[in-house]
Structure formats: structure tokens, C-alpha cells
């Protein structure tokens, strides 16, 4: 498992509660509330949480910036946080989402190495567990028909985030 030291970046405003076997069940417990994880056996929970660390983090914190090269996913285990987009045309921030405990951010990034697409702020404090793409990469070698399971649960959430934009954008060109 591969720690997250990254000074002068997002993660200095997060303090780390554990990760490892030291803190597996905790992270295991946080993982099994996720929606993403629910019909996931324990053994498969248990399995994931030695390749995931979690974090506090206080209100106001950036936990995802647009743009940030970084690839790593979130999975809100207790809080709240705004997803926020700069269109292109505007000089602020725009309001696309609110995510609450048992979901999940970022997991664009550990699939396709891209910048991330929107910046995640922290409305409500909240417990936070991190997979990095090296951790997500060990994790999916090691234990790969977990690995194939996470894969297709994010598929799906990418497929269904996909099919409500499309639907938004079609209320936008129509109305």
C-alpha cells in the first residue's frame, strides 16, 4: 500500500485517520455503507480496504481540483461536498452537485488518467477514503476478480452519470 504525502497539494488539508492493516476494519465498515460496495461480500470489502486510506476533512477543504493531473478517486464516507465546473465562458464556479456519504468522486480519473473534470468542495465535514491509481492498478493485479467487480460498478456509475448529463443537455437544447 502506498501512502499519499503530497505537500503543497490538496491533501494538506486532510488529516489521515489510518490505512493498512492497521486501520482495515474501520476503512472496511466505511466501505461496506457506499452504495458502490453494497453487494460487495465482506471478504471483497476486506480485500479493498488494505489498497485504501481515509482521511477528515474540514469544511471549506479542496479535495478535488479541475484540471489537477493527479489521479485518484474518493469515496464519501461520512459529509457532504459541492462538485463545482468553470464554464468556459464564465469567471466563477458553477454548482452541478451535491454528493453525500456512500458516494463516490474522482473514479474518472483512476480509469482514464485524465485531469480531473471538476473541482469537489467540502460543505459539511466529512470522513473521506482515498484510492490512488497506483494503489487502484496494485489492487486490480493482486486481487483481480475484485478488481473486475470494482470495474464494472464503476462502469455502470459512469454509464448512469452519462445517460442523466445526456438527458440534461437535451432539456438544455430543447428548452
Request: proline share 2%; aromatic share 6%; hydrophobic share 40%.
Amino acid at each position: 500500500m502506498n501512502g499519499v504525502s503530497k505537500t503543497g497539494s490538496i491533501f494538506d488539508a486532510l488529516e489521515q485517520l489510518g490505512s493498512g492493516s492497521s486501520y482495515a476494519a474501520e476503512i472496511g465498515d466505511m466501505l461496506e455503507r457506499a452504495d458502490m460496495f453494497r453487494d460487495f461480500s465482506r471478504a471483497e470489502i476486506d480485500q479493498l480496504a488494505q489498497y485504501v486510506q481515509a482521511f477528515s476533512a474540514p469544511k471549506g477543504a479542496m479535495v478535488l481540483r479541475e484540471g489537477n493531473r493527479e489521479s485518484y478517486m474518493f469515496v464519501v464516507a461520512e459529509g457532504k461536498l459541492d462538485i463545482l465546473k468553470r464554464p468556459a465562458s464564465a469567471a466563477e464556479d458553477k454548482k452541478i452537485a451535491t454528493v453525500r456519504a456512500g458516494k463516490t468522486i474522482g473514479e474518472m480519473s483512476l480509469i482514464d488518467g485524465l485531469p480531473h473534470s471538476a473541482t469537489a468542495i467540502v460543505v459539511e465535514s466529512a470522513k473521506l477514503l482515498l484510492m490512488t491509481k497506483r494503489n487502484f492498478e496494485s489492487f486490480i493485479e493482486e486481487c483481480p476478480e475484485t478488481g473486475v467487480k470494482v470495474l464494472r460498478k464503476m462502469a455502470n456509475l459512469m454509464s448512469l452519470r452519462l445517460r442523466q448529463t445526456s438527458g440534461i443537455l437535451l432539456d438544455h437544447l430543447q428548452g
